[in-house]
């Protein structure tokens, strides 16, 4: 035999073992643990083992899915459901890669429809029995679920919560790393905001979320006071024991706010709260109307999202 036929045969013989050897290590990831898990967590009461990130998620409310976006997981969103406001500029394009399931919530039935192994809420209402999306009606489907914590908690939610929530949902999906660098971001902008506000004398702030025989505004329980408070305000409803509940026109009066914070969603627009507000003559000697000084904040910015902490910055300029 020649030489360089008894090398061809060689060369071929050898082959099959070469392709062995090179699909050996990615026939192995599939089963491989991925860094980080099993992962388990405890959730507005409901723990949760995560053997491997969720692949097909369905967010519901707009401070989720903002959430997963900033996070770069949009390839790992199944469908989303539920927008306040539009999404932030920098996430319109993740955003128009994602399948909207329902202007608001959508059904139980198009909710499975959509194949999901996770579902993320921003609310309680997004986890409402009565609508057959309770969280025990998704884990019986084998669908595990997350609550954002604002809709849970039990004392004042403040920017560590953010983090928290953040660095959770990170981890659930195996990109704590990405998490972790978002939270050193939005401490530092924080802490650049604080340092020119130490100075600075609280202004009293009311918030006007809607509401024509009663003021629905923002407690001390929710995100929006610890914002408030960052941005160089005093919420004059702190005591309020809520994240959101309803005021008293006189409790308004008496609390005499300097600056009104409008909170822009919805089918009401600003100026029209803003006309309902300076045309109501039961507030014509609160300080704020008399010198019509007003903030705006969309409502996606004063829930626990990664909105908040650029909110202290926004608010901080118009106080």
């Known amino acids: 035999m020649s030489r360089p036929l008894r090398a061809l045969i060689a060369a071929a013989l050898l082959a099959p073992l070469a ?22 967590v405890t959730n507005c009461g409901v723990k949760t083992t995560y053997d491997a990130p969720p692949k097909r998620a ?3 409310n707009q401070h989720t899915t ?32 994602v399948p909207v399931l329902a202007k608001e919530y959508p059904s139980y039935e198009k909710l499975l429809a959509a194949n999901p192994d996770f579902v993320y809420g921003g609310y309680p209402s997004a986890f409402l029995a009565g609508d057959g999306r309770s969280r025990a009606a998704l884990a019986k489907s084998g669908i595990k679920s997350r ?26 999906f195996g990109v704590r790393a990405r998490a972790d660098r978002w939270v050193s971001g939005a401490e530092r902008e ?10 600075g004398k609280p202004l009293p702030v009311f918030v006007y979320d809607s509401g024509d025989k009663t ?11 610890d914002i408030i408070e960052r941005a160089g305000g005093r ?24 600056v009104i914070l409008i909170l822009d969603y919805g089918g009401t627009t600003v100026t029209q709260k ?20 007003f903030a705006v904040l969309p409502l996606s910015d004063v829930v626990t999202g990664v909105r908040a902490p650029g909110a202290v910055k926004k608010l901080a300029e118009q106080l």
């Not at 908690?153 to 920017?159: C, G, N």
């Not at 919420?235 to 300097?258: H, I, Q, R, T």
């Not at 507000?277 to 010198?291: G, M, Y």
């Open 19 to 40: 392709a062995c050897t090179s699909s050996a290590e990615p026939d192995a990831a599939p089963g491989a643990k991925a860094a980080g898990f099993p992962y388990t």
């Open 58 to 60: 369905v967010t519901m």
């Open 66 to 97: 903002e959430v997963m976006l900033e996070l770069g997981l949009a390839d790992r969103m199944a469908g989303t459901a539920f927008l306040d406001d539009k999404v932030l500029p920098s996430y319109a394009k993740a955003y128009a890669s």
């Open 147 to 172: 609550l954002d914590v604002e809709g849970c908690a039990k004392r004042p939610v403040t920017m560590k919560d953010v983090f928290r929530e953040v660095r959770e949902v990170g981890s659930t």
């Open 190 to 199: 924080l802490a650049d905001t604080a340092e020119k506000l130490k100075d």
């Open 215 to 225: 003021a629905f505004t923002a407690g001390g329980r929710g995100i929006g006071n």
């Open 235 to 258: 919420n004059v409803f702190a005591g309020l024991d809520k994240s959101f509940g309803d005021a008293s026109w006189e409790s308004v009066v008496d609390s005499s706010p300097e």
């Open 274 to 293: 803003k006309r309902r507000l300076l045309e109501d003559p039961v507030l014509a000697d609160v300080p704020a109307i008399k010198n019509k000084r």
